[in-house]
Structures are given as structure tokens and as C-alpha cells.
């Protein structure tokens, strides 16, 4: 057991415990340079609430399967990790009833397991079978074989080229300027912010995209509905931000990030090596931007 690097295999659909299913569906698995990403077709054939998530996992060795976990979420919409991604694949949800329709989406399975498992787990390797579970059918079932082995990859230094206001973001409720310095080999910065109203904070947003040869690729677009109930959101908007409404008060703010502790936190111990752009949005009722900011990150191999 120990930090681990992932690799998945034998990636297919199967067929799930009811008797009929309420969607068809189809998935493929491609497997790159930022882990294995599955995307997925997904049609509606009727409204479907989803009842029940289950996952099993087995330790494979050889030919011999052992059971070592059969996991079960009865309220999949109440869960914490399991809801926020239903809400990014199924925008119009309601009281997690899916309505009829075609959907496409994508999973990164290796971002997922960093969530899910955490930076350490059991080497070995594992058959996982997970299945979404509505009253009159299956949603989908999905199988999936993943090797856990020792990680090689170690920790890593960032660095900053720059950070700002977002250039392709022209009107925003707040008036923003911003400041980067390095402080003793640390990025530390901030935003100082002028409101004229008050605006409530109901969505926040959070883009990675890698940056090589002059091209941007989107890795990661992370959404945060209700940030004011989220812990580590909450702690960093508390000072000029009523929590219990989310609302952000009028007039001049300023904030304080340790960037190069912040980066660190958020995608953990390691990451990908390469430079990044990290887009940051707030946003308010009727989609209206309350501030976006936008930072040049390089993360290297740690000296």
C-alpha cells in the first residue's frame, strides 16, 4: 500500500441487474497522455430517477476473482461526490430525475480515483463493476479492470507567468485588479474588487487547459454549484462573504492566495508535468460573471 500510479484495462458495458432499461447507451474508453478519459452516449427513453448507485470491486489474481467491496448509495443526488457529477452530466436534472434525451459526456477515470481512493491505496489488481439503478430499469452498467502500482512520478515546483483578469471576459459585476509576487521562492497574490451591489455567488467554476505549442487543451472543467456550502470554498470567501446566503457585499475587497500552497492542494501531491493555464470564474444569478481571473502555471519535476 502506498502512492500509486493506475492503469485501466478491459474497459466495457454490461448488462445490469433489472430485467429492462430505461436508456441506450453507449461507451468507449481512450486512454492518453492525461489518464483514461470514457466518453459516453447516453439516450433517454423516459424520465428516470435515479434510485441507486452500486459498485463492486474484486481483486484479481490469475484466473481468481476475490469480492473485496460491495459499495451501495441509495440517495446518489445526496451524495457529495456522486451528485456534483450527475449535475455536470445531466444539466437538467431535477430532484435527480433525468428527463428524456440524448446526452454525451466524458469521465476521466484516473481523476476519479485520486478523488475516491485517495494518494494512497493497495497495489494490485482490481475488476470494478458500477451500475445506476432507476425503479422501472437500469440507467447503465459499466466494467472496468485497473492495475494500482508503485508511483514513480514524484513531487513537483510551480511556477507563474503571470495572473489577471481574464482577457476574453469583457463585463463583470465586480471591477478587479490583480498582483503576483514571489516571496522567498513562494507565488503569493491576490484581487482587490469594487462592487457597486451586492450579488449572490450561486455557481463557481474552475478550467484547466495545457498549453503546448501554442495550442490550449481543455483537462479539466470543474463546477461548483452553492460554493458557500463546500468546505474549502467557504473558507476562502468567509471574510467578505455572508455564508449563509452566499452573498458578496458591496463595495471594495481585497483577497490574499499562498498560489504556489493553493496549486498544491489542488491537485495534490503530483500532477502532470508541463505548463497550464487555470481559469477561475464566479458567477451570479442569471449567468452573470462576478469576476474571472486567469493564471499561467508551470509545473516541473521537484528540484
Known sequence: ?????VKFYNYKMCSGPRSRNVTIATSTLDIGEFGAIASYNCTFTEPAKVEEFKTIVWNVNGNQKNILWNYKVNKPCQHFMISGIMKQYYPNMR????????YNYKTNYTDISYKF???SFFYGDYSFKMNAIAKQGNIMCIQINAIFSKKSVGPFDVSFRY??????????LANITTFLYLDQNVYKGGV???LTDAARIIEMKVAIHRLQNNHK???WDYSIEKPCLNRLVAAALKSYVDLR???????SHSTFVNF????????GSSFFYGEYIAKFTLYSTRKQVILCVTADEIITKKA
Do not use: H, Q, W
Open 217 to 219: 487543451k481543455l483537462v
Open 163 to 172: 495572473f489577471k483578469a481574464c482577457p476574453d471576459v469583457e463585463k463583470t
Open 1 to 5: 500500500m502506498g502512492p500509486y500510479r
Open 95 to 102: 430532484n435527480c430525475v433525468i428527463p428524456p434525451g440524448e
Open 260 to 267: 504556489s500552497e493553493s496549486v498544491k492542494i489542488f491537485y
Open 117 to 119: 481512493f485517495g494518494n
Open 192 to 194: 482587490n474588487l469594487t
Open 245 to 251: 446566503s452566499c452573498v458578496l457585499r458591496k463595495g
